[in-house]
């Protein structure tokens, strides 16, 4: 059972320009949350997706970021017009349908995206 | 609001020696707790985690940790630390009841072994 996959795992864009960050969940989960690392930071919460619907956005940026999780594929976060402070490793959780317990989420590798 | 706190920015410990980790929550009920590990330039790896019962939790790595409700703290400990533990330590927490919810973390300790 493959893990989080995330692509890329570098990526270089210039102020302006548009970031995609892919996320493919482990097989057989269905949730998915979006993370930000700043340099010397823990990680911060951005978003929680299921499939097609978004549950929890209280972290994202209220502009230029957005993120989906469509029905067939991986998830996408996107960043428009980029400035140098979104410079950060996102990182990709995943985790399971909830049986009632707190199920562990997984972490992808990340992307390390670095504006110019 | 809930918060994590984790005093130790970095810690130096000597090949061999002991470790304990602080990490500190700020909520009104029992939290689920992780303590995660993430290596430079890597993703993050669980250790271990708490949802209930014994407040003593075993994880991987030779890594425990113990919940003490009344402290409030979750901190994580190794009787005798290999110099491949060198990484970045980050206790995370859950504040939800319900089944999937993010995560708050803690800033991080950044642990340095020398021999």
């Known amino acids: 059972n493959a893990g989080v996959m995330q692509n890329p795992r570098h990526l270089v864009r210039r102020r302006g320009q548009e970031a995609r960050l892919r996320c493919s969940p482990m097989k057989g989960h269905s949730h998915v949350y979006w993370y930000r690392q700043l340099p010397e930071e823990g990680l911060k919460f951005m978003v929680y997706l299921q499939k097609e619907n978004i549950i929890d956005e209280s972290g994202m940026p209220k502009e230029r970021f957005s993120a989906e999780f469509p029905k067939e594929g991986p998830s996408i976060l996107r960043i428009q017009q980029v400035v140098r402070g979104d410079s950060a490793a996102y990182f990709c959780a995943s985790s399971p349908l909830s049986s009632g317990s707190l199920n562990e989420q997984f972490f992808g590798p990340g992307t390390r995206l670095t504006v110019l | 609001a809930q918060s994590v706190t984790q005093p130790d920015i970095h810690i130096t410990v000597s090949e061999g020696a002991s470790l304990e980790l602080r990490c500190n929550y700020s909520?009104?009920?029992?939290?689920?707790l992780f303590w995660y590990v993430q290596s430079p330039g890597q993703g993050l790896q669980l250790l271990l985690k708490?949802?209930?019962?014994?407040?003593l939790v075993q994880g991987i790595k030779g890594f425990e940790a113990e919940f003490k409700r009344s402290q409030s703290s979750f901190n994580l400990r190794k009787p005798s630390v290999h110099w491949s533990d060198a990484a970045e330590y980050f206790c995370?927490?859950?504040?939800?009841?319900?089944?999937?919810?993010?995560?708050?973390f803690g800033k991080g300790t950044r642990l340095s072994v020398i021999a």
């Open positions: 708490y949802f209930s019962g014994d407040t």
């Open positions: 909520y009104g009920a029992t939290p689920y």
């Open positions: 995370a927490v859950g504040f939800s009841f319900s089944g999937n919810t993010p995560l708050v």
